[in-house]
């Protein structure tokens, strides 16, 4: 079964950084994509990043481009979302999800980790 775990996640002032980690078990084919979503108390929830290890292909969502940095470690099966200059709006518990699909992209994230909680102090 295909396992994620996700991590990093803590209180820091506006403008400071923190690095997520997804760690991902149970998958050895390079066949899927990694999505980050994030969702904050009372809304809805919003895919943050995708990396694809099928193509290569990454996106951010236009709040945090230029601001975060999405990457992997292939050697640890590790995914990482490095978000700097962070800001009170950031504030939510952030997931790292699969799409084991076959899509290359993250279309149908089947598989999730329990999520982290990033909170932002203005």
């Known amino acids: 079964d295909v396992q994620l775990q996700a991590s990093g996640g803590g209180l820091v002032q506006a403008g400071g950084s923190l690095r997520l980690s997804c760690v991902i078990s149970?998958?050895?084919?390079?066949?899927?994509?990694i999505g980050w979503l994030r969702q904050a108390p009372g809304k809805q929830r919003e895919g943050v990043s995708c990396?694809?290890?099928?193509?290569?292909?990454?996106s951010y969502t236009d709040s945090v481009k230029g601001r975060s940095t999405v990457s992997s470690d292939r050697a640890k099966n590790t995914v990482y979302l490095q978000m700097n200059n962070l800001k009170p709006e950031d504030t939510a518990v952030y997931y790292c999800?699969?799409?084991?699909?076959?899509?290359?992209?993250?279309?149908?994230?089947?598989?999730w980790g329990q999520g982290t909680l990033v909170t932002v102090s203005s």
């Open positions: 149970g998958f050895s084919s390079d066949d899927y994509a």
């Open positions: 990396i694809s290890f099928k193509n290569g292909y990454i």
């Open positions: 999800a699969a799409d084991v699909s076959g899509s290359g992209y993250c279309r149908y994230l089947e598989e």
